[in-house]
């Protein structure tokens, strides 16, 4: 079993989410490893031996910038569907433009 020494947070530090993985790898010349802690919420944090600190990999949805930027988003997809439709084009060339500019 691997034993992650840098990390400390035992859950997510946004939303209280449990561990849902961890590993390390990729010894670093000053002896140090790269390791890695998941949470369930889909947040991840990382040592890197080269700053000698915990980054964030992967932010927490839960943040409230991620809410934020989720939502603004949202604002704009609705905002381009309806700039798209209005255009003076040919309806094929608007369906392609939906589809590549808008998620599913």
């Not at 890695?36 to 944090?45: S, V």
């Not at 839960?62 to 930027?69: F, G, L």
Request: one cysteine or more; charged letters at 30%.
């Amino acid at each position: 079993m691997v034993t992650i020494k840098r990390i400390k947070a035992l859950t997510c530090p946004t939303c209280k989410a449990e561990i849902s993985g961890e590993r390390r790898d990729q010894r670093h010349t000053n002896g140090y490893w790269n390791e890695y802690r998941a949470f369930t919420c889909g947040c991840a944090l990382r040592f890197s031996p080269n700053f000698m600190k915990v980054e964030v990999a992967n932010v927490c949805p839960s943040h409230p910038k991620e809410k934020e930027k989720r939502e603004k988003r949202k604002v704009a997809a609705i905002k381009l569907e309806k700039y798209i439709n209005r255009l003076d084009v040919d309806d094929s060339w608007k369906a392609s433009a939906l589809q590549a500019y808008l998620p599913a």
